[in-house]
């Protein structure tokens, strides 16, 4: 129904940026965006993070696979392997913990007026995606294809049906928050 | 309404239940999840570029993804504005030197603060694009798709950034 829209790329550029002012906005009024609540959070004093990330997850898993089942959406899963997931995973992780941004909530710290966030860490991020862009070549051929799994998903992996998959994990991830609130976190 | 909008805060479960509203609408308008990182490999490719000449898009992975504007990057931009709308709409926009969490720890001085941030952001932009993605491309719209790759990525997110945290802290 919406594949002529897809291939609009101008009309694709305007929605492009009319969804990212909402997924700022949001951000930012949930204190994702500053670096104390990123900090607290890798420090497990402050479950914002989770919050928000868990509950998207809830919504989100069940929205997108509703629209599946109607045919108005394909799933992306990106691809993976150990050399990339977990490798790539764990640097990610020592960088998020030093630079207290992720690239999508410096993008509103630098929103809300952080300085760090943007001549510190977005000047970081480009050089280190730039220098990433350079290393491609010989970590393509080396690293990131050990123990390669592809576009893999759970429900692929265990050959059911999905809603059998986002079911208890939607119930898992219900409890889990409902055990943070309760432990006060 | 506006007084709502210019609250300081909302429920983090309110906005993670927008996140995922989002996410179904890019789905459905643009047949795409949302994701950040890419659009810093463009822009990084568009200032190369501007520096080394056209031969820069040759490489081979800006032939995967091409240093031009995107749909991601628009994305990103607007997700600037967005804060800057609901910064400036609850009275919370300033410019910020040092971080207070960061200011109590290791001091007011903004430099060590950039240094530290900068380094961070080099090692953040090597992992994202390490990973095939960040804490939303991975951590959210990944894992909403049940995809393997996004669960392990974001579970080692968290574990790189909880021990090295505590190592500064």
Redesign the interface.
Known sequence: M?KA??IKKDL?????????????????????????VI??Q???TNF?VV???????????I??HL?RSFG??????????FG?????????????????Y????????????????L????????????????A??K??RFI?RKAD?G?????Q?FKVN?WV??LP?AIGIVLL?LWIEKSGL | MMEWLS?K??S??L????????????????????A??T???R???M??GLCLGPKVAD????KKFSPT???????????????????TLSG???????????SLAFGNT?FL??????????????????????????????????????????????????????L??
């Open positions: 919406f829209l897809h694709q550029l305007v929605i492009g940026l009319l969804l990212g002012i909402p997924f700022g906005f949001l951000l930012q009024k949930a204190g994702v965006t500053r670096y104390d900090i607290g890798l420090l497990l914002t919050k928000v990330m868990l509950s998207a997850v809830v919504t989100g898993m929205g997108v629209l108005l959406a394909t799933l992306h899963p990106k691809p993976g392997s990339s997931s977990v490798i790539g995973g764990l640097i990610f992780g020592v960088g998020f913990a030093l630079l207290g992720c690239p999508g909530t410096i993008a509103g710290a630098v929103g809300q007026g952080s300085l760090d966030g001549f510190g860490g977005m000047a970081g991020i480009l050089i280190g995606a730039g220098f990433f862009a350079e491609y070549p970590l393509d990131l799994f576009e893999l998903t759970l429900p992996l999905p998959i986002i994990v928050l | 609250l805060e909302w983090p479960y906005v993670g239940f927008g996140i995922g509203l989002l996410n179904c609408i890019a789905f459905l308008l643009c047949d795409k999840p949302l950040c990182s659009a810093y490999s822009t990084s490719g200032i190369e490489k081979p992975y800006y504007i995107e749909w991601d990057w628009m994305l990103v931009l607007g997700m600037i504005i967005g804060a800057f709308i609901s910064a919370q926009f300033h410019l910020e030197w040092v971080p207070a969490k960061w903004p603060r950039w240094v530290v941030a900068f380094i961070g952001g080099i090692i953040i932009g090597i992992g994202a694009r390490w990973a095939g993605g960040c804490t939303s491309g991975h951590g959210i719209s990944g894992t909403l798709q049940l995809a393997i790759s996004s669960w392990i990525a974001a579970i080692c997110f968290f574990i790189g950034g909880i021990i090295t945290a505590m500064i802290f």
